[in-house]
């Protein structure tokens, strides 16, 4: 309620500090991709505090990584894991994470091998969606005990294949 409110007066820049913070998992899982659709389409300059780095991850396009009230490094998502600009930031980031962080940020559409014509997947197939991460993906190969899924659209249908090895080099791009 309080988001449609700020965006009634068709502010330049939104402010949100910690809107999520006090949520369950699932609402809050929830309403972040609920913000990344109205960001989408509002396309407002919004400054998003949060103290939970896989949301701002998910969230930002750049973020600003902040020490003793200092910015220390200023960056996107992807640059801050590949690059952390010290000791502090790779912590923050969690340095034994980073290939699961960096495979998050990346999407199965942007690595999958394109069927001619879709098609209906195979019944009872486990399928990952065009829109999901990598990482998303990995889990559900590992899980499935599989090295290939086939990518469906939101429609249901079977648009593509995703392969392990695509995942990895999507991931280490």
């Not at 309620?1 to 502010?11: E, F, I, N």
């Not at 400054?47 to 200092?70: P, Q, S, Y």
């Not at 009872?124 to 889990?139: K, Q, T």
């Amino acid at each position: 309620m309080g988001v449609a409110r700020a965006l009634a007066a068709d502010p330049n820049i939104l402010l949100m500090d910690e809107p999520f913070g006090a949520l369950d998992a699932i609402t809050r899982e929830s309403l972040q991709k609920e913000m990344l659709k109205l960001q989408r389409q509002i396309r407002k300059t919004t400054v998003f505090v949060t103290h939970d780095i896989d949301e701002a991850m998910k969230l930002a396009d750049r973020i600003a990584v902040m020490d003793a009230g200092r910015i220390v490094q200023h960056d996107t998502p992807e640059n801050i894991l590949r690059q952390p600009a010290s000791e502090f930031v790779e912590n923050l980031f969690g340095s034994q994470e980073r290939g699961l962080k960096v495979a998050a940020l990346k999407g199965v559409v942007d690595v999958m091998s394109y069927l001619e014509v879709p098609c209906q997947p195979d019944v009872g197939a486990v399928s990952i969606g065009e829109a999901d991460s990598l990482r998303h993906a990995l889990s559900l190969m590992l899980w499935q005990k599989t090295d290939h899924l086939p990518v469906v659209d939101e429609a249901g249908q079977q648009t593509g294949v995703l392969t392990l090895d695509q995942v990895r080099e999507g991931a280490a791009g």
